[in-house]
């Protein structure tokens, strides 16, 4: 651990001194947006992104892994083959993704001056199975499974890469690898309550009702190999999830009705539940980082929905027109920007989608991407906010 934060420290020095060496025009906008093919072999997609929220070129590296599906009884859930939110994610100047179909997890640097141009740190085992989400904090890194050996683990990283993750906190999912969508799914990891509890959603099925796992930190940030099970009352398919800034709300979707918001100190009640007028598979959840706005897009239907997490209103329902069928993985940016991955029934290939959240929400662009196609998931966008 000690190792791990003085070299954490030495890179900090070290970015600080190049930025002094070349000084780039400063801005705080967008500069790239990053997603996995999910194939085999499995590549980052790195797009560029113009001044304004404009979509640019895109570049693919080789995470090393193998990417994976899972499976529903006519064959790969597709698009959302890992079911997941997370499973690409960005932290500092670093990328981290899992490889669902070799049980392993990547790690890139991300160079400041040439966002796209990702340098590859290496690819790590982890110890259960279909990894398909990531959470980061400080120099931890915890991933969850969904396969048969489902549950969540640990590791230290730094700059050199990652260390051997910690023994595995199993749930009883009785899954099989790939996993079998008709059974319970493990769907989100991110950390919340200020960073202070490491949290993993897991949605339901037809014997085993949605829970949502906690795991505390101590004081030196080790996560907890307990952890408490929080059945919400009346929920059944809790999937992705976000955390409220600054509180112990989160934000979970729900593509039954919605979403609703758990305080994670009173875990056995939704704080709130929230019926999304029109909704069809709302997979997804973010808030804005700087205002705490609740941001819900629907796999089915391209509507962005606005939520208040305090009160749990709908405060806004915009409907995009740039032809998607609906938007699965996204990012928000510090500049009010959402970047999204979605489908159009134009073409196979994923596209990205930006839209402004300034004032009322607007198009600003939405690109196909060749090669990446319905098996593509994932979302993160440098700098993330
Ligand atoms: C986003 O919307 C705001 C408010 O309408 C506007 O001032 C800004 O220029 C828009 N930005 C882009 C990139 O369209
Ligand atoms: C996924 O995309 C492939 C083309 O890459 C297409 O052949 C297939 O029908 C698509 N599957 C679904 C379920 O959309
Ligand atoms: C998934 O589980 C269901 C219910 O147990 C079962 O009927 C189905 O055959 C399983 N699917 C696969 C692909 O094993
Ligand atoms: C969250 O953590 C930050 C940094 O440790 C601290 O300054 C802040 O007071 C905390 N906020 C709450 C609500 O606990």
């Not at 959302?80 to 890139?108: E, P, T």
């Not at 396969?147 to 969540?152: E, F, P, Q």
Request: hydrophobic residues 40%; glycine residues 10%.
């Amino acid at each position: 651990m000690v190792q791990v934060s003085s070299l954490l420290a030495v890179t900090v020095a070290l970015s600080a001194s190049v930025v002094y060496a070349f000084p780039f025009p400063s801005s705080t906008g967008t500069k790239a947006v990053y997603f996995q093919t999910n194939k085999s072999p499995n590549s980052i997609v790195a797009v560029n992104i113009e001044s304004g929220g404009k979509i640019g070129r895109a570049t693919f590296h080789a995470t090393g892994g193998v990417g994976n599906a899972e499976l529903t009884l006519t064959g790969p859930h597709l698009p959302d083959s890992l079911g997941s939110q997370n499973s690409v994610v960005v932290y500092d100047d670093y990328l981290f993704n899992v490889d669902a179909g070799s049980d392993q997890i990547s790690l890139f640097f991300i160079p400041p001056q040439d966002p796209t141009g990702l340098i590859r740190v290496g690819t790590y085992n982890v110890n259960g199975d279909f990894p398909n989400t990531v959470a980061v904090r400080d120099d931890v890194v915890c991933v969850a499974y969904a396969g048969t050996r489902s549950g969540v683990s640990c590791a230290s990283w730094g700059p050199r890469g990652i260390g051997k993750f910690d023994s595995l906190r199993g749930f009883e999912l009785h899954q099989q690898s790939p996993p079998n969508t008709t059974l319970s799914l493990v769907s989100d990891a991110f950390f919340a309550d200020n960073d202070s509890l490491l949290v993993v959603t897991v949605r339901g099925s037809s014997s085993l009702p949605a829970f949502v796992a906690t795991y505390p930190l101590d004081r030196n940030g080790q996560v907890s190999t307990k952890g408490n099970l929080g059945v919400p009352e009346g929920i059944t398919n809790s999937f992705g999830a976000a955390a409220v800034p600054e509180s112990s709300l989160i934000l979970v979707s729900d593509p039954t009705f919605g979403a609703y918001t758990l305080d994670l100190n009173h875990p056995q009640a939704p704080a709130s539940t929230i019926n999304v007028p029109g909704q069809k598979a709302i997979c997804w959840a973010g808030v804005t980082p700087k205002s705490a706005v609740g941001i819900l897009p629907d796999a089915g239907t391209n509507i962005i929905t606005q939520v208040n997490v305090h009160s749990g209103q709908v405060t806004q329902q915009w409907r995009s027109t740039n032809g998607n069928s609906g938007n699965f993985d996204f990012a928000l940016s510090a500049d009010n920007k959402l970047f999204a991955l979605s489908f159009n029934p134009s073409d196979t290939d994923v596209h990205i989608a930006s839209i402004n959240l300034s004032g009322k929400f607007a198009d600003i662009d939405n690109v196909a991407i060749p090669g990446a196609d319905n098996h593509s998931q994932g979302l993160a966008i440098y700098p993330s906010a």
